[in-house]
């Protein structure tokens, strides 16, 4: 059995709570975050932690442990798992985060939950990286009670993804997970490293920290007894043995910045008794393919060690001498003294860690062990916009797994249909979607203009529709095809600068006139089609565009012809309209000047007398009589 080769694993053995770890005003890191997962609602356990329903982070599937009378609390008894009808791929995505540095707890269960008797292989990762790694079977411990592990990474923007990747077709599944802040500049190797634990214990006591008792960790770390780890105490005689001692006043420098160790780590230890020349020998579980990094805790809680040089020892690791010790020398009595080191190279399955004497008995407090896992490389920020915007305008279906990072890890599919490569500045781009005959029903986001390396767009025999984004035609694009969808409207000018040698557009409803660039690729030896579109023209084996008619619909002199005609109508109403104005001034308001009307009532005066005088004269010639006039 392999179960987690990738991680160390804290078993579940006692059934206590998640206990947060205190806070206090001059503590500034008192961001945390307790999901409950598989819950359906919030809830508060007796310490008053919140935890959290996760139904607002994630897909997937709900359940619960087949023998919940096992565990004491909600968020041990409920589990959210991913069935291969989720994909591949699933993620809690969570919000809201200021850069800096997390831990990263996750309790998992599986006690036959579904009835299979088959415990799940899958991966999980944090923000891109490949962090644990479960194997079937399961040890049976592990599989009925559950099982800690944690990590410190850091967030570089505003939130952080834990995915989980189905091998084969088997179902991830999770009980909780919890996010803590702490100290930006704590177990610091580099900016980008995670620290992942395969080992982390206090000596001369029992199992402590959140989920096994009260005690408290600023950082949520759980500390095994160190006999877990200890594979043996050799030396002169056979009759060496383990004193555990304790300190009968607290330990000064704990709980300090930026590691804030607790003080109950030094308030602790073990030593050897014997003859003389006995050592303290562990065993810690690594993987040799990484490096690791141990941090060492030690103080003197010994009185009978009242000077420099009544206690030195030496710590050799895999055989190296790494360090002599005189901890009264270095911080004097009941004062916490810590030292880290690297381990590189590494040749075997096991981490051998010897604390040899030089003066006196050798004592430890207690260590850690932290698997350096170097970042992998992520996909550019603005293509992971761009792909995000994708899936929810084409309606990516939850199947298709497209979920965190589209191409990281690397040793993950990348999203289905997606084809990423590196690139010379150690970056991921998109190279392929290929989403042909997928159901898709939306349309082209705008941001797909931002996939600067995409070589190949393949999204025929769906219904999408909406008009072709003019983002679409990068310089990279050497093949597109859009067939048998509801496209419309005019071709993207940005079609015509792409290296294209493959366009399908053929049965959709696009219009305008074809660039001469596009029909270009057919004379080139290159294929296209853009059969079935009835509004487009000017193609071989497309109608003649009308006169006025360009790629993009009416050319410029076609709208400058019909603006122009538009202007000169409007002219004509506007003259006409003014002529009619003036009509209607002239029928009511027709009245003359005041002279001219007494010159016309003078010339109606003698026109009246002519006219008697005209009728008499022809009366009397009638009877032939010829009137005189006298002269005066």
Not at 9 to 27: D, M, R
Not at 373 to 390: E, G, H, R, S, Y
Not at 480 to 499: E, V
Not at 506 to 514: D, I, K, M, P, T
């Amino acid at each position: 059995m392999t179960p987690f080769p990738f991680f160390f694993i804290i078993v579940f053995f006692c059934l206590f709570p998640f206990l947060p770890s205190s806070s206090s005003l001059h503590y500034p890191y008192n961001y945390s975050l307790h999901i409950d997962c598989g819950g359906l609602s919030n809830s508060t356990d007796i310490f008053n932690t919140t935890w959290v329903s996760d139904r607002y982070f994630t897909g997937g599937a709900i359940s619960v442990v087949s023998e919940p009378l096992h565990f004491q609390h909600s968020q041990e008894k409920t589990l959210r798992y991913f069935p291969i009808s989720s994909g591949k791929k699933n993620c809690y995505v969570i919000p809201n985060l200021s850069p800096g540095r997390y831990q990263l707890r996750t309790f998992t269960v599986y006690d036959n939950y579904d009835g299979k008797s088959h415990s799940p292989s899958f991966d999980v990762s944090i923000e891109g990286n490949v962090v644990f790694q479960w194997r079937s079977p399961w040890h049976e411990t592990i599989s009925r009670a559950g099982a800690y592990s944690d990590l410190f990474f850091t967030v570089s923007d505003d939130e952080a993804n834990v995915c989980f990747y189905s091998i084969a077709t088997d179902s991830p599944v999770i009980a909780s997970l919890e996010i803590t802040q702490i100290d930006p500049d704590s177990y610091l190797v580099n900016d980008t490293s995670i620290l992942v634990n395969y080992g982390r214990f206090s000596s001369g006591s029992d199992q402590w920290g959140p989920g096994f008792s009260n005690d408290t960790d600023r950082f949520g770390r759980s500390w095994q007894s160190d006999a877990d780890f200890r594979s043996k105490v050799a030396g002169k005689t056979t009759g060496a043995t383990v004193k555990a001692i304790s300190a009968i006043k607290n330990v000064i420098n704990v709980d300090r910045a930026p590691n804030y160790f607790p003080l109950k780590l030094y308030q602790s230890a073990v030593t050897v008794i014997g003859e003389g020349g006995e050592f303290l020998e562990y065993q810690l579980p690594v993987d040799a393919k990484l490096d690791y990094l141990l941090w060492f805790h030690f103080a003197e809680i010994d009185v009978s060690v009242n000077k420099a040089g009544k206690r030195v020892f030496e710590i050799v690791v895999n055989g190296e001498n790494v360090s002599r010790v005189d901890i009264y020398k270095e911080v004097g009595s009941f004062a916490a003294y810590d030292f880290k080191y690297v381990v590189k190279n590494l040749s075997s399955a096991e981490l051998s860690v010897r604390f040899v004497p030089v003066v006196g008995a050798p004592v430890i407090c207690g260590l850690e062990n932290y698997a350096i896992i170097p970042a992998d490389l992520k996909t550019l920020p603005a293509q992971v916009v761009a792909m995000k915007a994708l899936k929810e305008s084409l309606k990516v279906p939850d199947r298709m797994g497209w979920n965190g990072d589209p191409c990281a890890p690397t040793t993950w599919d990348a999203w289905e249909g997606v084809t990423c490569r590196s690139t010379t500045n150690g970056s991921l781009v998109i190279s392929q979607i290929d989403l042909g005959s997928q159901g898709l029903k939306g349309y082209i986001s705008d941001q797909i203009g931002l996939l600067s390396n995409l070589v190949s767009l393949n999204l025929s025999s769906n219904s999408l529709g909406g008009s072709l984004p003019w983002g679409l035609g990068q310089k990279s694009l050497v093949k597109l095809d859009l067939s048998n969808n509801k496209f419309t409207g005019p071709l993207p000018d940005s079609l015509d600068s792409s290296p294209l040698q493959i366009v399908f557009l053929n049965g959709n409803a696009l219009e305008g006139q074809v660039p001469e660039e596009l029909l270009s690729i057919g004379v080139h030896g290159g294929a296209i089609d853009l059969s079935g579109n009835k509004g487009l023209c000017g193609g071989p084996t497309l109608p003649d565009c009308p006169l006025f008619w360009s790629k993009n619909g009416l050319s410029t002199a076609g709208k400058v012809a019909i603006g122009l005609s538009c202007l000169v109508f409007i002219c004509v109403v506007l003259l006409v309209a003014y002529i009619c104005y003036k009509r209607r001034q002239n029928d009511y308001d027709f009245g003359l000047p005041h002279e001219m009307m007494s010159l016309a009532a003078k010339r109606n005066r003698y026109q009246r007398q002519k006219s008697l005088m005209t009728l008499e004269m022809e009366s009397q010639h009638a009877k032939g009589f010829i009137p005189t006039y006298n002269a005066t």
